[in-house]
């Protein structure tokens, strides 16, 4: 049974920084397309970043570029979301995701995805 298991959120002020994590079980995310979306409260789930296959490129929604990092550790099977200069605007509850069957036109949707996290809470008070 293959799980994502996302940690690392809290509660925190604007102009910090937090490092999510998704650790996975079951499966190798060495050579998936890892992904995070967030959702916050009353809006849909939306794309923040991913890191394409097993190469080296990401793609970044342009609200978080330059403030976010997205990273994969194959030796842990684990994927990281490191945010910088965090905003009140990214307070939502952030989800990791996995899938083997990703294309480049598919990355930013999240029903492209085949395995998710149960989400961690980020909250960014002003």
């Known amino acids: 049974q293959v799980q994502l298991v996302e940690s690392g959120g809290g509660l925190v002020q604007a102009g910090d920084s937090l490092r999510l994590s998704c650790a996975a079980s079951g499966r190798t995310l060495r050579r998936d397309t890892v992904a995070w979306f967030r959702q916050a409260p009353g809006k849909e789930r939306e794309f923040v970043a991913a890191?394409?296959?097993?190469?080296?490129?990401?793609y970044y929604a342009d609200s978080v570029k330059g403030r976010f990092t997205i990273s994969r550790n194959n030796a842990a099977n684990t994927a990281s979301l490191q945010m910088d200069s965090l905003e009140p605007a990214d307070t939502a509850v952030y989800y990791c995701?996995?899938?083997?069957?990703?294309?480049?036109?598919?990355?930013?949707?999240?029903?492209?995805?085949?395995?998710w996290g149960q989400g961690t809470s980020v909250t960014v008070a002003s």
């Open positions: 890191l394409f296959r097993s190469g080296s490129n990401t």
């Open positions: 995701a996995a899938s083997s069957t990703i294309i480049l036109s598919s990355l930013r949707r999240a029903e492209s995805y085949q395995y």
